[in-house]
Nanobody
Framework: QVQLVESGGGLVQAGGSLTLSCAASGRTFRTTAMGWFRQAPGKERELVAAINWSGGSTNYADSVKGRFTISRDTAKNTVYLQMNSLKPEDTAVYYC?????????????????WGQGTQVTVSS
């Protein structure tokens, strides 16, 4: 089991940037794929970005391609989500999640550990 703690959320104006961090504990971090999901009020949780165990493969939702970047630092047991050119529709609670496998499986059921979530609010 991997324990996850997110940080870095907040309020930002449209066009601004935020970087989310997810600190992981547990020795399986180095072998698991990681993902960032988000959930807006009244909407289903959706995968925003994912990265495989080595960092060599990433996957993004179409709505964030070219604006968001996921990365991981194995030495720090941390995964990041750099968010640029933020839009009001990016407003949501963002969750960090650890997959049960090392490759990217985008289905929420593939992720066995979840953080508590961090709020991102983008004002127009």
């Amino acid at each position: 089991q991997v324990q996850l703690v997110e940080s870095g959320g907040g309020l930002v104006q449209a066009g601004g940037s935020l970087t989310l961090s997810c600190a992981a504990s547990g020795r399986t971090f180095r072998t698991t794929a990681m993902g960032w999901f988000r959930q807006a009020p009244g909407k289903e949780r959706e995968l925003v970005a994912a990265i495989n165990w080595s960092g060599g493969s990433t996957n993004y939702a179409d709505s964030v391609k070219g604006r968001f970047t996921i990365s991981r630092d194995t030495a720090k047991n941390t995964v990041y989500l750099q968010m640029n050119s933020l839009k009001p529709e990016d407003t949501a609670v963002y969750y960090c999640a650890a997959s049960r496998v090392g490759y990217i499986d985008p289905h929420p059921q593939a992720f066995g550990s979840w953080g508590q979530g961090t709020q991102v609010t983008v004002s127009s």
